[in-house]
């Protein structure tokens, strides 16, 4: 065989959950894998495979996630039909919510070459991470417990796009240091989507018995023309992003503790005529700064219980947002009963404390059983909770105005699924959920044109009603198919008369074919096709894969987005990139 370790034979590159260790759905229990919760693992295999160069990228590969890309610089993300401020995303269990505005939640300085796998949870998740996690979480698990690597890639493509990267691993016995380093720039798929991306992070872990030590520091600068992307503006962006972690994991006794103390910092210097930029100019910087405290504790076998304790700081300055500072304090805790053949419940409560002052519960319960070997039932209910961002409540120009007065958004959300496995490798899946949303926050404008500046606003009710389905091949000949549709309903009872910028725009149909294989040993094939739709637009088909050619430590690949050149709109209502083409060269030691 001429694969390297990264590579292997054709597999179940979308991971089974009973072979692999999931964080992001429990804390009382690491076993639990998809025992209760709609989750998907994208495993390193699959990164490897799929034609994405980010981590933003390759989460268009997921089952559930709608990407909504404006350019390579700037993507929004969204989970069973919600917005992209609904959307909690972590990084190896740390919160990287942006208090400024969500268009900046995959502002990530984690490079690809150091993402392990990326854990996607479906559903409400505010008892374990509170405000934010309404409809889902993503969870970047950053790679770890590797020997010394080197590795260096080269791509080049379509609309000037160039890009390289180079990570270096030096391990030791009770040591390890990783460095990443990545720089990508291009023309944009359209006239003034240009954009210059560089990314940079230091790790270091530590091992002492029991106990293990990491902490991390990272960087990321973007600028990009964002032509559009808020109003009808030649605008450009710069942000740049900058990370510091420190974690643990200790053992007292029987308790297995876990603190972690973060601080991100995020300024954004927006212009809105690029080639004018004293006549309008926004510089905002965010700091957020936090610590968490979460003790794991088995009471019996098969009884597991977590508790945590929860602070976090955020301020703004800004020109047009003025200055602000908040505080939130919480507490959580979580039971987990395994009883093997006889199910898995597990039950959660977090009390928060709002910068208002008001206390905001969010309590949740889901339970999994097995009747046979082949059948595995689950369903989960929780209720979700998230506070307006800076931008929501004071953000004003030309043609924005937010309200100081929105208040929380709340929701209660449950789901049931079905895993069916007759055979070894033969999966079908299926679920049905509901989030009935109270203060749903929104952009909106009178749809009759009397008025055509964005304002924000709390829609009353809004009940998001979606059938899943998944159904996975057995690898025949070397060959991996899965195929998998997702189709979601609205009711609003403030939509008519309104046209929404993003809350009530979900994509409502997605039906999508992958399939991976390996020919003659050494070459590598993988594409996803999909039929999509939005609320209130036509459906459009797209075509992304890659084709890479793997000799020991070396591969060559070409990575075709939108193959098919489909035509549709993007999130921004603008055309969205065509069909484009990248050849990549990658070496590792």
């Not at 910092?265 to 905002?284: E, G, Q, S, V, W």
């Not at 993003?502 to 294989?517: G, S």
Request: net charge negative.
């Amino acid at each position: 065989m001429f694969l390297s370790p990264d590579s292997g034979a054709a597999q179940d590159f979308i991971a089974a959950h009973d072979t692999v260790e999931v964080q992001v759905d429990s804390r009382a229990s690491r076993s639990l894998g998809s025992a209760t919760r709609a989750v998907q693992v994208l495993d390193r295999e699959m990164i490897s495979r799929s034609a994405g160069r980010s981590v933003s990228e390759v989460l268009a590969w997921g089952f559930g996630v709608d990407l909504m890309p404006y350019s390579a610089s700037l993507m929004d993300v969204g989970i069973r039909g919600s917005t992209f401020e609904q959307v909690l995303v972590l990084v190896d269990g740390v919160r990287m919510r942006d208090g400024q505005t969500g268009h900046f939640n995959l502002n990530l300085t984690v490079p690809l070459d150091q993402v392990e796998r990326i854990e996607i949870l479906r559903g409400p998740a505010a008892a374990l991470y509170g405000s934010d996690a309404m409809a889902g979480v993503i969870n970047i698990v950053t790679r770890r417990d590797r020997p010394s690597a080197s590795g260096l890639a080269v791509v080049t493509g379509s609309n000037q796009l160039r890009s390289i990267a180079g990570s270096h691993r030096q391990a030791f016995e009770a040591f390890s240091l990783d460095l990443a380093t990545s720089r990508e720039q291009g023309d944009g798929h359209r006239a003034g989507t240009d954009f210059d991306n560089r990314l940079g992070r230091v790790a270091v872990e530590m091992v002492a018995g029991e106990s293990a030590f990491r902490a991390d520091l990272a960087h990321a600068r973007r600028a990009f023309g964002a032509d559009g992307f808020y109003g009808a503006y030649p605008a450009f962006e710069t942000t740049r992003t900058t990370t510091a972690t420190l974690a643990g994991q200790l053992g007292v006794g029987a308790i297995a503790l876990e603190p972690s103390l973060r601080w991100r910092r995020n300024t954004d210097d927006f212009i809105l005529f690029r080639d004018d930029p004293a006549r309008y100019r926004n510089r905002h910087s965010t700091v957020q700064v936090g610590a968490d405290l979460v003790g794991r504790l088995p009471l019996s076998e098969g009884l597991a219980a977590a508790a945590g304790l929860h602070w976090y700081e955020d301020k703004v300055e800004s020109i047009a947002l003025r200055n602000h500072e908040e505080r939130t304090a919480a507490g959580s805790i979580e039971l987990a009963a395994e009883g093997g053949d006889r199910g898995t419940v597990t039950v959660g409560l977090r009390a928060e404390r709002a910068p208002t002052g008001k206390m905001l519960l969010a309590p949740a319960l889901s339970g999994g059983w097995s009747p046979t070997p082949e059948v595995h039932l689950r369903s989960s209910v929780g209720r979700a909770y998230r506070m307006p961002t800076w931008t929501e409540r004071f953000y004003r120009d030309p043609i924005h105005e937010g309200r100081s007065d929105l208040t929380w958004e709340s929701a209660w959300s449950a789901d049931a699924g079905v895993d069916f496995s007759p055979y070894s490798g033969l999966r079908l899946s299926g679920a049905a959920f509901i989030r009935k949303e109270r203060d749903l926050i929104d952009w909106a404008r009178p749809s009759d044109g009397t008025d055509l500046i964005w304002r924000t606003r709390n829609v009353d009710e809004a009940t998001f009603r979606g059938l899943e389905a998944q159904f996975e091949l057995p690898q025949l000949f070397r060959t991996h198919v899965r195929a998998e549709g997702s189709w979601i309903s609205l009711e609003s009872s403030s939509g008519e008369g309104f046209f929404s910028k993003y809350a009530l725009r979900p994509q409502v149909e997605t039906l999508a074919l992958i399939v991976d294989r390996d020919v003659l040993n050494f070459l590598q094939i993988s594409f996803r096709s999909a039929r999509e739709r939005r609320s209130g637009e036509d459906s459009h088909f797209l075509v992304d894969g890659r084709a890479a050619a793997v000799y020991r430590g070396a591969k060559v690949y070409i990575d075709a987005t939108n193959l098919t050149d489909a035509d549709y709109l993007d999130i921004a209502r603008h055309a969205a990139p065509g069909r484009s083409v990248a050849v990549g060269l990658e070496w590792r030691r």
